[in-house]
């Protein structure tokens, strides 16, 4: 379009400093994001690995990776521009700045570089500042400001906690991330264990965050109440079940996400946004408080965006002081951990080729001594734990599922209907094959840390097909069973980057060792994060 040209829309204020052929294409622009017209959205944004495009989740870096972005976000809300800022950068180069008034309320802005082609302008970097949103419904289930106020003065001073709606709050209702259970049960009368040492240490609570329903999931999806973004990769799954508080940690919106883990669900989602998580030696954390799913697994976890405040964390809550029912066992200085890393090399053999290749590349960096090493089929322990956790989580909610029939979402009700099945001779035979399995670890870890990747590889994109959810959730929990069948401390660090069709994604490097030394393990961790120059 010739620059003399009129075009719609110049009374907005702005407007009349834009070229026209440019002015057309950003409303033409705006008219595709409205009516989420995927096609003319790609076709707007310039072809290459170099365009870019950054919101309040995180940046994307090329063209692709905002082409899959976009293509489940699923529009945006109606809205009007109602002032444009023009600046010419170069010939053929251009910066525009518009406001944007949301027909529901709010204000938004929009910042984008626009450069002429042989198509035409295109747009080679864009950021998106929506509307602020106080209470991302996805995210939490109730927030305060704060919601409960910690201890003045603490080592946890000035922290805020994230908590999974599975631990009591006094005054809330336990939720498990199914509406129908928040309303069948009644308001707690006191704080779980575990929330009470933070707030005694100085944080205090922000809010209730999500889990997937009854924490049975690793994926991070709640049929009832959304997705959680991913707060490292956006159009990426969080991971689960401690979806809510990882994305809280991850977003900003919390320093502290106080989760369980039982068959993974502080590591996944550690991994997959780029977090710290530890899952504590089984039963060293009191678990008062805490709705169960599989009492022989279920463990107490925190998450954090750097290793720094988790060692707080872990100093505090695992000491004598910090807990009021810790009994008197202090994790190890990391001294006194063995110097001497193993790698499962079954691990290895399950994990994507690009997890593979960084992670050998890691361990080339280190400081340490690695050798390789056999701890058997990881489906052997998968299976029989499977039949333990199907069992136990059958019992703790098979009642409240007979009187709630379809209250549940369908991935998490097929689970229920398998566990439902297992007889008492398969669980009987599950925990006789735990207990060689459970020694084998124990022994590696008797005079050294085990060390593989997190999970397979990056978080999936959350518009997967369930077949591919399902093989990644399968690959996942063989390289985090063994870890729970033998009651073992385990961290998540973020210490890989691996390509993804997303863009650059985390993977986490997951340490574990022997049981109660959880503290040291932490202090280890960072050491090698340390040694790589990793914060």
Known sequence: MAETERVEDTAIPGAET???????????YERAILANDLDALDAFFAPGEGTMRGDDAGLLVGHDAISAFRSLRG????RDIERIEHRALADDVALITSVSRFHAGGRGLQTQVWTRTAEGWRITAAHVSPRPRAFDRAIWRTVGDPLFQGAWEGPLTGLTVAVKDLFAIKGYRIGAGNPAYLESVKPETSMAAAVADLLRGGASLRGIARTDEFAYSVAGDNAHYGTPPNGAVPGALPGGSSSGPASAVSTGHADIGLATDTAGSVRVPASYQGLWGLR???????????LPLAQSFDTVGWLTRDGATLQRVADWCLSYDGSASTENVYGESSDELPRRLVVPAEALEIVEPDTRAAFEALLERLELPVERMRIGALAAYQEPFRIVQGAEAWRNNGEWLRAHPGSVGPAVAERFRAAAAITPDQERDARAALEPLKE???GVVGDAVLILPTVPGPAPMRTADGARVDAVRTATLRLTTPVAVAGIPAVSAPLLTIPSRLGPAPVGVCLASRAGTDIALVRLARQLAATLEIA
């Open 18 to 28: 834009v070229p026209a052929d440019l002015l057309a294409a950003f409303l033409a």
């Open 75 to 78: 529009g945006v809300s109606g």
């Open 280 to 290: 504590t030696t089984h039963g060293l954390v009191p678990r008062q408080g805490l």
């Open 440 to 442: 084998r670890i124990e």
